[in-house]
């Protein structure tokens, strides 16, 4: 990977240390010249007509995705958001009383309010598996849930919001596949960040969002269905990009996964989106995920050398998130002093991580992806004791 030249691919490299790449990443050129043309493009000879001229870009979105993730096209939906994007699908689930759904200490919240209300609506029950010493999921936990039998759903994330473990997507994926059972991955931190293969997953249903290590722009996101259930499942809503009309009270729903879809959209998101899948397939998976980890792990290691600085991520090998607290001084501080310095972090807090018992009240999250240097770690680093 040649960094000078991914760097100036990025304007946003010249103006700010980015840490926040699990907030929103920086997009690259080709992302910003695709998305800003075609609005441009909307404002010159009108939206309709300007999507009847990029057509290829706008279905290249389904190839680019599906490229990446060894998906098929028809198994993709465009969605604006993870959030949607995972509520599509999981909406969908035909839940009856007494089905089990069960999910992990790390799950998003907006996921878990979406459990809840599922089960005080259809008489589901939430169960969170519990975790391994180093803080993923267990999977012998898993097993001996799934053969009490009665689970309808396993969901969980890949890559928290709130910390660095990578919980073990593919294990959980031979363990659905063995219990004949459903499993979604909300994937929303690990796709642009990972290398990722559904069918080595295994993953029935997988979401992810645009802006994150994608690079892509926001407000854009994507579902994934296996093509074998995709006929199972029948979206919460439906309109004419979902299904046909069929007068005079009638209507047959899309056999494609684009039934999750609305006809009205971020149609310059969606083409930049499949730029940006398409350029993080261009510097190949694998490089991008050995860069990404190995900088989070440099990072750590320097945090935990400083005095009063507790490094808070879990997992054997973790993710590009890196997370931490400075001992009498708020993360909010940090992250006000990190952005005096031209270095862009967050600060996570439980709001969006309910079910975790461990999480701390807040904690700040220093998310590097691989256009980030050893010289933008150190600025963080200087304003640390
Ligand atoms: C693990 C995880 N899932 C889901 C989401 C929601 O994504 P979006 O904001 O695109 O709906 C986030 C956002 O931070 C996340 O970190």
């Not at 991914?6 to 840490?19: E, F, I, N, Q």
């Not at 790449?21 to 404002?43: K, Q, T």
């Not at 096209?73 to 994007?85: G, L």
């Not at 309010?113 to 999977?139: C, F, M, N």
Request: proline share 5%; glycine share 8%; hydrophobic share 45%.
């Amino acid at each position: 990977m040649d960094i000078d030249e991914l760097r100036s691919d990025t304007p946003g490299c010249a103006k700010v240390a980015h840490l926040n790449n699990a907030g929103a990443a920086l997009p690259p050129r080709p992302v910003i010249d695709a998305v800003a043309g075609h609005f441009e493009l909307e404002s010159l000879i009108g939206g309709y007509e300007a999507a009847e001229r990029n057509e290829a870009p706008i279905a290249r979105f389904y190839d680019a995705v599906a490229r990446l993730l060894g998906a098929r096209p028809d198994e993709i939906a465009f969605v604006e958001n993870a959030t949607r994007a995972w509520d599509m699908a999981f909406y969908a689930i035909p839940f009856a009383d007494g089905d089990r759904i069960l999910t992990t200490t790390s799950e998003y919240s907006s996921n878990a309010i979406a459990y809840q209300q599922v089960a005080a609506a259809k008489g589901a029950h939430v169960e969170v598996v519990p975790d391994e010493a180093d803080g993923t999921l267990s999977l012998d936990a898993l097993e001996a849930e799934l053969a009490k039998g009665d689970v309808r759903l396993v969901s969980l994330n890949h890559i928290p919001t709130h910390n660095g473990l990578v919980n073990p997507a593919a294990e959980v994926g031979r363990l659905c596949r063995e219990h004949g059972v459903l499993y979604l991955l909300d994937a929303c931190q690990s796709v642009g960040q990972l290398a990722m293969d559904v069918n080595e997953i295994g993953c029935d249903i997988l979401s992810a969002t645009g802006r994150k290590y994608l690079r892509g722009p926001r407000g854009t996101g994507f579902l994934y269905v296996r093509h074998g259930i995709l006929q199972t499942l029948v979206p919460p809503f439906l309109d004419l990009q979902a299904a046909d009309w069929k007068a005079p009270d009638g209507f047959v729903m899309r056999d494609d996964a684009q039934r999750f879809e609305t006809w009205e959209r971020h149609v310059a998101g969606q083409i930049g989106l499949g730029v940006a899948a398409d350029y993080a397939a261009g510097l190949g998976m694998a490089e991008i995920e050995d860069r990404v980890l190995g900088l989070a792990a440099r990072l750590r290691e320097e945090l935990a050398a400083r005095p009063g600085v507790t490094v808070l991520d879990k997992g054997a090998r973790p993710s590009g998130i890196v997370t931490f607290t400075v001992e009498g001084r708020d993360p909010a501080a940090v992250k006000a002093a990190a952005r005096e310095a031209g270095v862009n972090v967050n600060v996570t807090n439980p709001v969006s991580h309910g079910y975790d018992p461990h999480a701390r009240p807040a904690a700040v999250r220093a998310s590097v992806h691989y256009y980030n240097t050893d010289e933008e770690l150190e600025r963080l680093l200087s304003v640390l004791p």
